[in-house]
C-alpha cells in the first residue's frame, strides 16, 4: 500500500514563504510583548483530561483530541466506560494550561504575572479558511492583578504589535459578562436559562435582530422578554454613551463600577493608543467560553470579515486548582489568520541591509570558490542575508524564484571573471 503525501485533515505542510512570515512575526511578538514586561514560559501539549474537560472550554471541550492510556495501564478488554480508556488530551487551547501552570508555580513566579505563551492547539473541528485542526496561538495574560489596568495594558500590548505588523483600522470590540447577564435579567429571562440567551445572541452578526427574535421564540421565551431584550440592542450606541446607557438603564441589576470600569478602559486606551485602530462598545459580543467573568474583548478586521483575536477576564479559572480564586485576564491574537492576511497582501519583511543572491557558475574552481565564500562572509557579519546557488541553465527563471523569496540583489560570479 503507498504511503499518503498529503497531511492529516486539518492539518499543513508550511512552505519555506510562509515559515519566514511566521518566523518573523514570532519574532516580533516576543520583541514587542517584552517591551510591556510579559515573560515567556511554554507548558506541555498534552494536559490531564481532567483538567480539559472542566466545562471550562464551552464548546471546544467537544473537540478535544483524547489520548488512550498507555502500556499496562490500557485494558481494552475490560474497559467500561471512556474513563478506562483515557487519562489525557491535546490542549485546545493555552488559557487552561496556564492556569494549571501558575496553580503549581505561583510561589516561584512574581505578582502579579505577566505571561507570554505561543504553541500549537488541537481541536477536532471543521477545516474551513483561516482554521485548522492543529494550529499555533499566541496569548498574553495578567494574573494576580484585579484592577483595569490589565485590560489597558492587554489591549495597548496587543494593538501595538498589530501596529508593527502593518495593520490598521481594525476594531477592538469590547463588553463585559457582567452586563450581558444584568441586560438578560433586566428582560425577565431565568438566570438559567442565560447561557442559552447567549448562544442565540451570539448569532446576531449572522441571522441579525430578527433572527435572534425567532430563535428565542422558538426556545419558548416569553414575547415581552424578548421584546425588552432586543429593544435595548436598538437603542444602545457603540461609544461610551452606550455604555453610560446601559449603566442607567440596568441600575437595578448591574452595579455602577462594572460600567464605569469599562468606560474607564475604552477612554484610556483610546487617549494613549499608538496604532491606527478604534475601540467600540459591543452589547451583543459573548465570547464562547464560559470561564469569562467581566470584560470581553475581540479584534474584528474588515480585510478577514470576522475576528482575528480575543479574550477577557476569567477571575475564577485558577481557583479551580487551589481553591482560591485568583484574578486573571488574557489576550489572544489570531496567529494563523494574521500570517494568512500577510501571506495574501504579499507582505515582505523589512530588512535592514536587504537580501542578497551569490549565483556561482558550475564547476568554479576551489580556490576561487574560497574567495566568494570568505566575500560573503563579510557581507553576512555586516548584517546582509546571503544566499549562494549555483547558477542553472534557466537563469531568468532561477532569478524570479529568488525574486520571489525577497533577494532584491544578484551577485553573478564566472570562472574566467575572477
Known sequence: MALKKKPVTGMKDILPREMEIRNYVMNMIRETYGTFGFSAIETPCVEHIENLCSKQGGENEKLIFKILKRGE??????????????????????????????????????????????????????PQRGRFRQFMQCD????????????????????????????????????????????????????????T??????????????????????????KDCIDTYLGMFQEITSDIQGVRFCKDKLKDVLDPKVAEDLETIITTVESVKSADFKMAFDPTLVRGMSYYTGPIFEISMDEFGGSVGGGGRYDEMIGKFTGNNTSACGFSIGFERIVMLLLERDYQIPTKNGKKAYLIEKNMPADKLLKILEQAREERNAGTQVNISIMKKNKKFQKDQMNAEGYTEFVEFFRDKM
Request: hydrophobic share 40%.
Open 73 to 126: 495501564k490500557l485494558k481494552l478488554d475490560k474497559a467500561e466506560s471512556e474513563a478506562d480508556l483515557v487519562d489525557s488530551g491535546l490542549r485546545y487551547d493555552l488559557t487552561v494550561p496556564l492556569s494549571r501552570y501558575y496553580s503549581n508555580n505561583a510561589n516561584e513566579l512574581p505578582a502579579p504575572f505577566k505571561a507570554l505563551q505561543m504553541g500549537n492547539v488541537w481541536r477536532a473541528d471543521r
Open 197 to 222: 440567551v447567549f448562544i442565540i445572541l451570539d448569532k446576531m452578526d449572522k441571522i441579525g435582530l430578527e433572527g435572534v427574535a425567532e430563535e428565542l421564540e422558538k426556545e419558548g421565551f416569553a
Open 140 to 195: 498574553i495574560d495578567i494574573l494576580g492583578e484585579p484592577t483595569y489596568l490589565a485590560e489597558i495594558e492587554l489591549v495597548l500590548a496587543t494593538t501595538t504589535l498589530l501596529g508593527k505588523l502593518d495593520f490598521h483600522n481594525f476594531t477592538i470590540r469590547i463588553n463585559d459578562r457582567k452586563i450581558l447577564k444584568a441586560m438578560a435579567q433586566y428582560s425577565g429571562f431565568p438566570q438559567e436559562s442565560f447561557d
